[in-house]
């Protein structure tokens, strides 16, 4: 099979988002397509930012999943999309400050995710790839690594909110991950903060820690080692701020691609970050084809 080249390969899982208590502000009970993989793809065709994605969805629910790739033109690998058994799915309650608590993550058909011929072969044509770090997609980027897959290739990788991490595993999956992002939902003082530096300047690499309204940490140990701190200026949270990680990422990676300057992209981050507390979902309304249309900002 012949598969054309790619600029960035974006791999992990697209999951179900499932509503459990909307806090009075999200309807309780909705069942959309979700996860970080699918957002900042959304995020990423606005931008006009060559990818194609590498993910599974469950063969019993994922048609939700895949009307929103086809619906969006999300370039994917079709034949290789469906697997037998459920998608992944995660558990969402919305609070009364308006943030998302997201528990219970059910992997599915990531629990045993193994990359095919076809998805290595198109790794091997990108330059660039960047995973979400749930356990299936940690433990087949290892495996990648560990086979000589990667060695060609740019990874940034997205670390969620440390929950899957220690230091010491941080340090493990920096050795073949280029550019991490972190949310970090702790005190700034926390000892793994600390440690998130340490590990950016040993194995130089570009670690980028964001704290929510407080501020964006940047430890850089690619050349000289530097660690920078960003100021965020809060804005009114109008929707939620469920997907503002994901904007940020989105937003950060596509400018840092572009510019390879660190403050610019920074700033296009909180950006796209400020952007998603507009929506009470991930994504705007008009995003999902079961709710009604909104307006839709533009990158």
Known sequence: MFLPATETVLFGTISL????????????GDVLPGGGILNMAWHWRRARRPFTVVTRIGAVDGASIRGFLERHGIPHLAHELVAPGPSSSIDITIQ???QP??????????????????????IARARRLHSVLVEGAIA?????????????????????????????RL????????????????????????????????RRRLLVVTMGARAVRVFD??????????????????????????AFIAWFLDELWRSDDVARAVAAGQEGGALATRWLRPLPDEAYATLAPAPLPTN
């Open 101 to 122: 608590w997201m528990d219970n993550f059910v992997p599915g058909v990531w629990d045993d995710l193994l990359t095919t011929a076809a998805e290595r072969e198109l």
């Open 221 to 246: 140990g690619r050349t000289e080692p530097t660690d920078r701190r960003f100021p965020v200026t809060p804005v009114a949270v109008e929707g939620t701020t469920l997907g503002c990680g994901d």
């Open 140 to 168: 087949e980027l290892a495996r990648l690594a560990a086979d000589g897959g990667l060695a060609h290739v740019s990874v940034s990788a997205d670390f969620l909110g440390f929950r899957h991490y220690t230091v010491d």
């Open 96 to 98: 009364p400050d308006r």
């Open 171 to 202: 340090a493990e999956t920096m050795a073949h991950v280029d550019v991490g992002c972190i949310g970090w939902p702790g005190p700034e003082d926390a000892p793994e903060v600390e440690g998130m530096r340490t590990v950016a300047f040993e």
């Open 17 to 28: 988002d499932r509503y459990l208590d909307g806090g009075g502000v999200v309807p309780t």
